[in-house]
């Protein structure tokens, strides 16, 4: 600070004592007036601070939240269909900026999932744990059970399906909650094939899935509405 300016402020300051705590004799009607004057100007100075304070807070933990359960980037390739060869296009992803820390698959899809009790509609995505942990958080944010591991990467779901093993989906909290589920249950999964029925429509497909795991972002949306299955159940199931 100038020297002119530290002047000028201890002027302001020692004028602004002189009027409040003045020895003259004054009327009381000025000095409630100035308490008063003083008093607004500190209470919405400071209400103004602590406002500020609370959203740049509120905004911090909400995009922290939203950056845990999603990647900063998503990139979709024009239409229904996936990309036909990923893992090039993953390669050509990563090597493109030295800024990008790390990539990860994914397939995107809308469901309906079934328990005994409940129907409700999911966002499947289909994922591959190893990539995924890279580019979110989502793997510390499981509550209750374990979400899948890489192995089923190499599985059909045919296959598993005639061994009797069902493949495995990780839930929301609020989802899991909605249709009362819990580690261990089956669920079904419906969706839709691109297959004409018997009337010249599309098919339902229903296919059997246990939850491994209920995970609980902090982002309502996300947690009601969000499930996910290994990468290549997912891409066989809705053919992609």
Partial sequence: MKKNQKRSLQFEFWLALRYLFSKKPQSKFVMIVSAFSIGSVFIGVAALIIVL????????????????????????????????????????????????????????????????????????????????KNVTQLMDKVISGAFFSDNWENASYTEHTNERIIPPIVLGSILANNISVIPGDTIIVYTISEKEGNFGGMTPKAKRFIVSGIFSSGLYEHDAMFGYMPLNIAGEYFGM
């Fill in 53 to 132: 304070s609370l959203m740049n807070g509120f905004e911090s933990e909400i995009r922290g939240r939203m950056m845990d359960a999603h990647a900063h980037i998503n990139v979709y390739k024009y239409g229904r269909s996936g990309f036909d060869n990923w893992e090039n296009v993953l390669a050509n992803i990563e090597n493109f900026s030295d800024d990008i820390i790390a990539v990860s698959p994914f397939i995107y899809n809308k469901s309906v999932i079934s328990s005994r009790k409940e129907n409700e509609g999911i966002m499947i995505r289909g994922i591959i744990p190893s990539y995924e």
